[in-house]
């Protein structure tokens, strides 16, 4: 009936083979035997996968809790503002703008020798009481993981801006009204009738922001290539890196273990979008 | 009084966010008409030939059309590359609507057995990346015959989960009563589906179609996984190519990926604003 051909074709690319990599993680490719978790230790004992581990946790760490701040303080300024929808659409802009575009912008703005170390060192020399600027090379020293955060936070602070605003906008108005002829100050009815409000909001884009540092990959392998810095080096590569490599059996074993972890983050997020 | 600073402050912060966010594009129709001797002269210390830092002209000194002559008339390469693009984002919008609206149809009206579970696996699906199922789409691609084809980035997109979600959601929003009525007139489903559903659930297929369009008009990871040959690419992959060196042409490739993108966003705000909010809140 109506289901039937779109589910056919998410069989066929999604679940069927997704199932024969989960049977593939347990066997060596070539003669098909089966080596138990041998893979799968081969792949936690590997450096380059837990340097990427470690990474990707670090830039999970820095990246959400930034997102969804910068994104919740700025929805909150917006509600009600006259000009919220034309700043909202703004704030949006990245979402239509291709990964190579960006990245040909911030090759001028980031390098070494770029745009952006120009003007700080201007600001430096303008400014006699600042100590003097040295250059920062982003891409190659530990700032890269600041510049991957930024284009991250560039790119998704408008997406989550909305969701913000239409969990805001489910709030009922009376109750805040209420408080204020009441006497409560903007940060008691923050406090006592918004957060609250919010905290399914909180859950939601907290998971859906942890998804789209997943999601991320792209702008990090344009503007830093397959073997970027070592900040940057996220479990992303190691997958693109071993899959350029044929290394098959590994990546089966990896891919497993992250779908597992994802699949937690999913359904957590599940239990609440599906309530609708 | 005191309300009224207050919304201009809000306003004041909030247009600087929003301007901070704009400002990097504001480099790109300059850089595009921008001579190359000039771009030579700023970017110097980027390309290796200088000491001290770069600088940019929003406003080029001596503007010129020369890289956009280049690109149209003297790079046959470029046509063939952007219908490539064009090709591939329209087969898969196309095979998303008749695959995924009925789809969406049935998993919002149908009550049926496993419908909660398929949803859930649905829902499962969209919101992994790429890189997880880049193994399991090669395995499947291979068995096909379909690597290094145009097919092994359309198929797989055609049947992402992510427009059937969102299509649904507005579908969702079509009350009820209505097609109840319609079954008891005797409508066939397929006459409910096509006279009420489709223009009822307009605002939700749009927001799909748009956030579609955007998301494969910047395809990488899935063409430089499954397609060998470069005269297959698309453009958001060719322009990552382009050194440095010549970066006012790369800058005149980026407008021409840009426009029809830019264009969609500002034809589809509403559905797109809309579709992300589906995306996010119960209801």
């Given at each position: 009936m109506f289901l039937l051909p779109g589910f056919t074709g998410v069989m066929l690319f999604y679940l069927f083979p997704f199932f024969e990599v989960v049977r593939r993680s347990f066997v060596k490719s070539g003669n098909n035997a089966f080596v138990g978790t041998d893979n799968y230790r081969t792949v936690f004992t590997n450096s380059a996968f837990l340097l990427a581990v470690r990474n990707t946790l670090l830039y999970m760490a820095v990246g959400v809790p930034l997102l969804m701040g910068i994104s919740l303080m700025l929805s909150l300024l917006l509600r009600g503002l006259a000009l919220r929808r034309k700043l909202v659409s703004a704030m949006l802009l990245p979402m239509a703008v291709p990964a190579a575009v960006m990245v040909l912008t911030l090759q001028i703005l980031i390098d070494r020798q770029g745009v952006?170390?120009?003007?700080?060192?201007?600001?430096?020399?303008?400014?006699?009481?600042?100590?003097a600027f040295a250059a920062i090379d982003y891409l190659n020293t530990e700032w890269a993981l600041a510049v991957v955060v930024c284009s991250f936070l560039w790119k998704n602070t408008g997406y989550m801006v909305i969701l913000w605003l239409a969990g805001l906008s489910a709030l009922p108005k009376e109750v805040e009204e209420a408080a204020q002829v009441d006497g409560a100050n903007r940060w008691?009815?923050?406090?006592?009738?918004?957060?609250?409000?919010?905290?399914?909001?909180?859950?939601?884009?907290?998971?859906?922001?942890?998804?789209?540092?997943?999601?991320?990959?792209r702008e990090v392998w344009m503007v830093a290539g397959s073997y970027p810095q070592e900040h940057i080096y996220f479990l992303q590569h190691l997958l693109q890196n071993w899959y350029l490599k044929l290394e098959f059996d590994r990546m089966a074993a990896l891919t497993v273990i992250l779908s597992l972890v994802l699949l937690c983050v999913c359904l957590l997020l599940q239990k609440r979008l599906e309530a609708g | 009084m005191r309300k009224k600073k207050r919304a201009w402050f809000a306003t004041a912060i909030c247009a600087a966010a929003a301007a901070l966010i704009c400002a990097p594009l504001l480099m790109i129709p300059g850089g595009s008409l921008m001579d190359s001797a000039e771009m030579r002269r700023i970017l110097a210390p980027i390309l290796g030939e200088g000491s001290g830092f770069a600088v940019w002209h929003l406003i080029p000194l001596y503007p010129t059309i020369g890289h956009f002559y280049r690109l149209l008339i003297e790079s046959p390469a470029f046509y063939r590359l952007f219908w490539n693009t064009v090709g591939m984002t329209a087969a898969i919008l196309l095979g998303q609507l008749v695959v995924g609206l009925p789809s969406a149809w049935a998993f919002a009206t149908f009550r049926f057995r496993g419908r909660d579970?398929?949803?859930?696996?649905?829902?499962?699906?969209?919101?992994?990346?790429?890189?997880?199922?880049?193994?399991?789409?090669?395995?499947?691609?291979q068995k096909l015959q379909m690597y290094n084809h145009p097919a092994a980035v359309v198929l797989p997109a055609i049947f992402s989960t992510f427009p059937v979600f969102i299509m649904y959601r507005g579908f969702t929003q079509i009350d009820g009563e209505i097609l109840e009525a319609a079954r008891l007139d005797g409508a066939g489903e397929w006459q409910i589906f096509l006279q009420i559903g489709l223009p009822l659930g307009k605002m939700g297929i749009q927001a799909a179609i748009v956030l579609s369009f955007l998301e494969y008009w910047n395809l990488v990871e899935q063409p430089m996984a499954f397609l060998e040959e470069q005269a297959m690419w698309p453009l958001s992959l060719y322009l990552p190519q382009i050194d440095i060196s010549?970066?006012?042409?790369?800058?005149?490739?980026?407008?021409?990926?840009?426009?029809?993108?830019?264009?969609?966003?500002?034809?589809?705000?509403?559905?797109?604003?809309?579709?992300?909010?589906?995306?996010?809140?119960?209801?």
């Amino acid at each position: 009936m109506f289901l039937l051909p779109g589910f056919t074709g998410v069989m066929l690319f999604y679940l069927f083979p997704f199932f024969e990599v989960v049977r593939r993680s347990f066997v060596k490719s070539g003669n098909n035997a089966f080596v138990g978790t041998d893979n799968y230790r081969t792949v936690f004992t590997n450096s380059a996968f837990l340097l990427a581990v470690r990474n990707t946790l670090l830039y999970m760490a820095v990246g959400v809790p930034l997102l969804m701040g910068i994104s919740l303080m700025l929805s909150l300024l917006l509600r009600g503002l006259a000009l919220r929808r034309k700043l909202v659409s703004a704030m949006l802009l990245p979402m239509a703008v291709p990964a190579a575009v960006m990245v040909l912008t911030l090759q001028i703005l980031i390098d070494r020798q770029g745009v952006v170390n120009g003007v700080l060192t201007k600001v430096s020399e303008q400014i006699t009481a600042l100590p003097a600027f040295a250059a920062i090379d982003y891409l190659n020293t530990e700032w890269a993981l600041a510049v991957v955060v930024c284009s991250f936070l560039w790119k998704n602070t408008g997406y989550m801006v909305i969701l913000w605003l239409a969990g805001l906008s489910a709030l009922p108005k009376e109750v805040e009204e209420a408080a204020q002829v009441d006497g409560a100050n903007r940060w008691q009815s923050w406090h006592y009738i918004i957060r609250p409000g919010l905290s399914g909001s909180f859950f939601t884009i907290g998971m859906l922001s942890v998804l789209q540092i997943f999601k991320s990959y792209r702008e990090v392998w344009m503007v830093a290539g397959s073997y970027p810095q070592e900040h940057i080096y996220f479990l992303q590569h190691l997958l693109q890196n071993w899959y350029l490599k044929l290394e098959f059996d590994r990546m089966a074993a990896l891919t497993v273990i992250l779908s597992l972890v994802l699949l937690c983050v999913c359904l957590l997020l599940q239990k609440r979008l599906e309530a609708g | 009084m005191r309300k009224k600073k207050r919304a201009w402050f809000a306003t004041a912060i909030c247009a600087a966010a929003a301007a901070l966010i704009c400002a990097p594009l504001l480099m790109i129709p300059g850089g595009s008409l921008m001579d190359s001797a000039e771009m030579r002269r700023i970017l110097a210390p980027i390309l290796g030939e200088g000491s001290g830092f770069a600088v940019w002209h929003l406003i080029p000194l001596y503007p010129t059309i020369g890289h956009f002559y280049r690109l149209l008339i003297e790079s046959p390469a470029f046509y063939r590359l952007f219908w490539n693009t064009v090709g591939m984002t329209a087969a898969i919008l196309l095979g998303q609507l008749v695959v995924g609206l009925p789809s969406a149809w049935a998993f919002a009206t149908f009550r049926f057995r496993g419908r909660d579970f398929l949803f859930g696996l649905y829902v499962v699906l969209m919101l992994l990346p790429f890189q997880v199922m880049l193994l399991p789409q090669y395995i499947v691609l291979q068995k096909l015959q379909m690597y290094n084809h145009p097919a092994a980035v359309v198929l797989p997109a055609i049947f992402s989960t992510f427009p059937v979600f969102i299509m649904y959601r507005g579908f969702t929003q079509i009350d009820g009563e209505i097609l109840e009525a319609a079954r008891l007139d005797g409508a066939g489903e397929w006459q409910i589906f096509l006279q009420i559903g489709l223009p009822l659930g307009k605002m939700g297929i749009q927001a799909a179609i748009v956030l579609s369009f955007l998301e494969y008009w910047n395809l990488v990871e899935q063409p430089m996984a499954f397609l060998e040959e470069q005269a297959m690419w698309p453009l958001s992959l060719y322009l990552p190519q382009i050194d440095i060196s010549q970066a006012g042409f790369a800058f005149a490739v980026a407008v021409m990926v840009l426009i029809p993108a830019l264009f969609v966003f500002a034809l589809g705000q509403d559905a797109l604003e809309e579709g992300i909010a589906y995306i996010g809140v119960k209801q």
